[in-house]
């Protein structure tokens, strides 16, 4: 995988869950350490809504993404009364 489509999952996935391990990328990833230490490298000076983590993982300030991680029930819409005349 290039560095960029790894990139480009990190952020999608920091904006989602808001914070990550470094750990946990690698192992999602299946990352070396160096490859870990260029995707922190751009994506911290890429994006300064990251943060690192004292070391351990990124932070997320910017905008989250909501989208919940399971489709919600639909609600069935209301059928207005109908009037019968008697």
Not at 30 to 53: G, S
Not at 57 to 67: F, K, P, Q, V, Y
């Amino acid at each position: 995988m290039d560095l960029y489509s790894v990139l480009d999952q990190v952020v999608d996935l920091l904006r989602q869950r808001g914070r990550v391990t470094y750990r946990a990328l690698k192992r999602q990833f299946e990352l070396d350490d160096d490859f870990l230490e260029d995707l922190k490298e751009e994506l911290l000076y890429a994006h300064p809504e990251a943060q690192d983590d004292e070391g351990r993982g990124l932070i997320w300030n910017g905008a989250r993404d909501e989208t919940p991680s399971s489709p919600q029930p639909r609600t069935p819409n209301p059928q207005p009364a109908t009037l019968h005349s008697t």
